[in-house]
């Protein structure tokens, strides 16, 4: 099969979906590895490393687009890529279509095989292809918060650690999943006094046997998360509805009784966020306020460290494409956890929670794909 990596287009994006180990890999199977010349740049990667692994470099997108059976991406299909793709082609990325209409529709009318890192399970639980990406953006999330509390980005000043005699910042995460456990370490770690609120017993109890009586814990209900914000100087959303659209826990009456100068980072933006006013934003224009509330809500975090970021991606997401590049749809179909990941194929959504965002028809994977019942 000939597997494609092209350059990411989106603002500030810069790392890449395959690496040289990768390319070895694909190429010592059989298969043709073809990698934009220049996609490896932004993480440190010379397209010679490509080469002498055996990739095959192409000039320009098209020669990824028009060629390859297999595209391999870190995020969504710009517009212009989306007109590249083609029926049965099968695209394998980041995609978190319940939160983009548009896009969605886009590559229902492309009839490619769409197939998302997101959603992808592990016979162990848990979402294996994101968590390396939550667990980053988790990270650089108090890092992202700590920067836009500065008084020159609109905060209110205040440093997350405090100072002999001045109290610490409160931060206060939404979700003690990936995402908020590492939000909640960093934080911790930089000194700040971290709450952590989950709507499930279950992660308090995990973050709570990690952390003991470091961060406080408290179940997630709308007159609890009213009265926490009040008291934030920074709140990170972090709460995931696995493909689905993120609950809104911060309601806009609820910015107006916040610190003012006070800073919301959503990491779950990707999913349309846990702020009911966040929208998207880009590295080139991180932030915007609302009520006098700093919104951090860059849609690809993890990009603004693309070395580790690469790296720690295309180690989990390499089994499944080789898979992917050795049987074709006959992984999907061999492979239920894979087969979770199938959003779109020919024309059709797959995925029950993408439908109900869009309010569109839906069918079975295992029927799309010809499987018996």
Excluded: W
Excluded at 154 to 161: E, I, S
Excluded at 212 to 234: H, Q, Y
Excluded at 342 to 353: D, F, K, P, Q, Y
Aim: hydrophobic letters at 45%; one cysteine or more; a neutral charge.
């Amino acid at each position: 099969m000939r597997v494609g990596a092209p350059k990411e287009i989106k603002d500030n994006e810069f790392r890449v979906a395959l690496t040289p180990a990768g390319v070895f890999e694909l190429v010592r199977r059989g298969h043709v590895a073809l990698i934009e010349r220049g996609a490896g740049e932004g993480a440190g990667i010379a397209d010679a490393a490509y080469e002498a692994a055996g990739a095959t470099l192409a000039e320009g997108p098209a020669g990824i687009f028009e060629t390859a059976d297999l595209i391999v991406k870190v995020k969504e299909p710009q517009p212009r890529e989306c007109e590249r793709l083609r029926p049965g082609q099968i695209l394998f990325t980041y995609l978190h279509l319940a939160a983009d209409r548009a896009l969605t529709l886009d590559l229902l009318h492309s009839g490619a095989v769409c197939v998302a890192y997101e959603t992808v399970t592990s016979p162990f639980g848990g979402l294996p292809l994101l968590a390396p990406m939550s667990e980053i953006a988790g990270r650089l999330a108090p890092q992202a918060g700590a920067r836009c509390l500065e008084k020159p980005m609109g905060g209110r000043g205040v440093l997350l650690a405090g100072a002999p005699g001045v109290p610490p910042a409160e931060v206060l995460v939404l979700g003690a999943g990936v995402v908020g456990t590492q939000a909640a370490m960093i934080a911790l770690g930089m000194g700040a006094s971290v709450t952590v609120a989950d709507r499930s017993p279950e992660p308090l109890r995990r973050l709570q046997a990690r952390f003991g009586n470091a961060a406080k814990t408290i179940f997630s209900t709308p007159p609890a998360l009213a009265e926490l914000a009040k008291r934030a100087d920074l709140v990170i959303g972090a709460a995931l509805l696995p493909g689905a659209a993120a609950p809104k826990l911060i309601a806009r009456d609820m910015l107006a009784g916040m610190k003012p100068g006070a800073v919301i980072v959503d990491v779950a933006i990707d999913q349309g966020g846990c702020c009911e006013t966040s929208h998207p934003t880009t590295h080139s224009d991180p932030s915007f306020v609302v009520d006098g509330i700093v919104h951090y809500c860059v849609a690809n975090m993890p990009g603004a460290v693309p070395r580790t970021s690469t790296f720690a991606l295309a180690s989990a997401t390499l089994p499944h494409v080789l898979a992917l590049a050795d049987q074709g749809l006959g992984a999907l179909r061999e492979d239920p956890h894979l087969r979770a990941g199938l959003n779109i194929i020919a024309g059709e959504v797959v995925n029950a929670a993408v439908a109900a965002a869009h309010d569109l028809p839906s069918v079975s994977s295992a029927r799309a794909l010809g499987l018996r019942a």
